[in-house]
């Protein structure tokens, strides 16, 4: 794993993160100079993105449902108060849907981009609604790529995170997730019961993953990455 931060990795999810992960260390070639994290949260990646870049920005708003760990404080779904072309890189990790005005944050990030940087953004697809109420939208790859050449990107990919088994098998994993309460005795023992079953399923989903041969249809999200021409 490459980031420090495990307080969202749980025993029903921690594939979740390993898909992220793997795309991330796919992109490393393109992270350099100056890299701004639009809707940072508690910039996990931080130290990751360090190793190959110069400087690290963190950019998210004041109220967040996270422990931000911003340098700029500012709305993603209004202008930003960034000079232009200042950033070599962007990245923006399962943000997007959270935006009731996902067109003006990627029309900000274009501008504030330096003429060829690059932009890595991750957004779920087929996930639950969650940070309610502040979760406005999911994204198919032709949306995306609608999105991106809106505000002027050029070399638009867009990538699955995984294929169906492991978007089932998470989704699964959250729901039963969800019925661990009641009195500490009880939640130990559903929990007991459930734990053995979350973990081999998040082994067994990447090997399921081999039969679907057409990821980009149902999987849990989507890693893009573009370029400011």
């Not at 990030?109 to 890595?120: D, E, N, P, Q, T």
């Amino acid at each position: 794993m490459i980031s420090k931060n495990h307080s969202n990795r749980k025993a029903y999810n921690w594939l979740a993160y390993n898909c992220n992960d793997k795309l991330l260390h796919k992109c490393s070639h393109l992270y350099k100079g100056v890299l701004y994290d639009l809707g940072c949260g508690e910039s996990p990646y931080k130290q990751f993105f360090l190793k190959y870049v110069d400087e690290y920005i963190a950019v998210d708003w004041a109220d967040s449902f996270h422990d931000t760990k911003a340098d700029i404080i500012a709305d993603l779904n209004a202008p930003l108060p960034i000079e232009s072309e200042v950033a070599d890189t962007i990245v923006s990790l399962s943000v997007l849907e959270h935006l009731c005005e996902p067109q003006t944050m990627l029309n900000e990030a274009f501008r504030i981009l330096k003429r060829g940087g690059v932009v890595v953004l991750q957004a779920p697809w087929q996930w639950w609604i969650h940070e309610a109420p502040y979760d406005f939208f999911r994204y198919t790859p032709y949306g995306l790529t609608y999105l991106f050449k809106k505000a002027g990107f050029v070399d638009v990919l867009v990538e699955p995170q995984n294929g169906f088994f492991t978007m089932w098998l998470l989704k699964f994993n959250y729901f039963t997730s969800r019925f661990i309460r009641g009195p500490k005795p009880l939640r130990w023992l559903i929990r007991t019961a459930v734990t053995p079953f979350w973990h081999l399923s998040q082994i067994i989903a990447p090997l399921l993953d081999s039969l679907d041969h057409n990821w980009i249809a149902e999987t849990s999200g989507y890693l893009v990455t573009a370029r400011k021409p």
